[in-house]
């Protein structure tokens, strides 16, 4: 379901990654940090890098397992990340929106460890200010598409929270008339301190993007990629 709702914009960003990894040498080995279902490792293990996709979810795993059966697939929280110097890049898109600012900045450091001497990270992850203007006036979004067979209605309310710069978020799939509910919670991290945090980490800071190619600088958009670089 993951894969149908996040369709068109996920093969514009695999198209830009493609161009964002063009220089660097396929030896290079990437850790997928939260792959989900697999679908970017298995992009970037077909352009010709050494892939390794970890992901918390025993259920996603399986399905990228079955997927992409030649591709290692690893089960692990990124919270316990022990990895040393093992890789040239690490991608993590999509995936701490969901954690709280303290937890991010341990996963940072984690990824910091785990990543080569001038290795590069490259964070996707959603920006607070941008995210608070942009849902305060457009809460409501949603998308129809065709699920086996079914005609399907994807819809997602979201309601800005001041008080711990959050985003609460209710969604619903209405597959063939059945009804299914998720609540949860994002997190969208402020770029301003972001950018300290990831400084005295240790990484500074090549570029931010609001998409996955370099003319798209980062302005006032919700969803930024941030490369970074480890020195
Ligand atoms: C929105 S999905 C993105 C998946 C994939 N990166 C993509 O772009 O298609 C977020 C993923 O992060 C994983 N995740 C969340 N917290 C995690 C953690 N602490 N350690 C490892 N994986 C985690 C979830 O299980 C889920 O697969």
């Known amino acids: 379901m993951y ?3 996040s369709g068109k914009e996920s093969v514009d960003r695999m198209l ?16 997928d940090a939260g792959c989900g279902t697999g679908n970017y490792t298995q992009f970037l293990n ?6 390794l996709g970890l992901d918390l979810s025993d259920k996603l795993l399986d399905v990228a397992k079955n997927k992409f059966p ?6 692990g929280n990124l919270l316990d990340l022990n990895f040393v110097e093992d890789f040239d890049i690490v991608l993590c898109r999509g995936v701490l929106n969901d954690v709280d600012y303290l937890d991010f900045i341990l996963i940072l450091k984690n990824f910091y460890r785990a990543l080569k001497q001038n290795g590069v ?4 992850v959603r920006e607070w200010n941008n995210s608070l203007v942009k849902y305060t006036q457009t809460p409501v ?7 086996q067979h079914s005609a399907c209605k ?16 209710k969604e619903e799939h209405l597959i063939a008339g059945k ?3 998720y609540n949860f919670k994002m997190y969208p991290k402020c770029l301003d301190d972001l950018k300290i945090s990831v400084g005295k980490i240790g990484f500074s800071v090549e570029n931010i993007l609001s998409a996955y190619d370099y003319q798209t600088q980062f302005t006032n958009q919700d969803k930024m990629l941030l490369v970074l670089k480890k020195h």
């Open 70 to 75: 030649e591709i290692l697939f690893k089960h």
């Open 16 to 31: 830009g990654l493609r161009n964002l990894l063009g220089g660097y040498d396929l030896s290079c080995k990437i850790l």
């Open 121 to 124: 990270l490259l964070l996707d």
């Open 46 to 51: 077909d352009l010709g890098f050494d892939c």
């Open 141 to 147: 979004f949603s998308k129809e598409f065709i699920y």
């Open 179 to 181: 009804s299914t509910k």
């Open 154 to 169: 994807f819809t997602s309310l979201t309601t800005v929270n001041n008080l711990d710069n959050s985003l609460d978020i």
């Open 3 to 5: 894969d149908l709702i």
